[in-house]
């Protein structure tokens, strides 16, 4: 079983920047691939973006390309989800999450992949 936390998240205004972390425990994430995902008011689940099991895969939402930059440190046991230019549609919460299955471009967007999950961080861009 993985445990996962979410940190980071706040109140930043539009233009800035956050850095969320994903620490994660009982269980190394150098056999998971990592994933962020997303959800604003009133609608569903989205993903955000995704980083394979030794980082040499990325895989981004096109609203937060160019934008937002998933890494991870296995040696640490936490993945990072940086996020620059934040725009007002970027408030939401945050959620990590990880899987133990292979991720490619269209997997990696799959929630229902993911086995395990954090509880969320909430991320507000005000003006």
């Known amino acids: 079983q993985v445990h996962l936390v979410e940190f980071g998240g706040g109140l930043v205004q539009v233009g800035g920047a956050l850095r969320l972390s994903c620490a994660a425990s009982g269980r190394t994430i150098s056999s998971l691939a990592m994933g962020w995902f997303r959800q604003a008011p009133g609608k569903e689940r989205e993903f955000v973006a995704a980083i394979s099991r030794r980082g040499d895969d990325l895989y981004y939402t096109n609203s937060v390309k160019g934008r937002f930059t998933i890494s991870r440190d296995n040696a640490k046991n936490s993945a990072y989800l940086q996020m620059n230019s934040l725009q007002f549609e970027d408030t939401a919460v945050y959620y990590c999450?990880?899987?133990?299955?292979?991720?490619?471009?269209?997997?990696?967007?799959?929630?229902?992949?993911?086995?395990?999950w954090g509880q969320g961080t909430q991320v507000t861009v005000s003006s």
């Open positions: 999450a990880a899987t133990r299955e292979l991720i490619g471009t269209t997997s990696s967007t799959m929630a229902p992949l993911y086995d395990y």
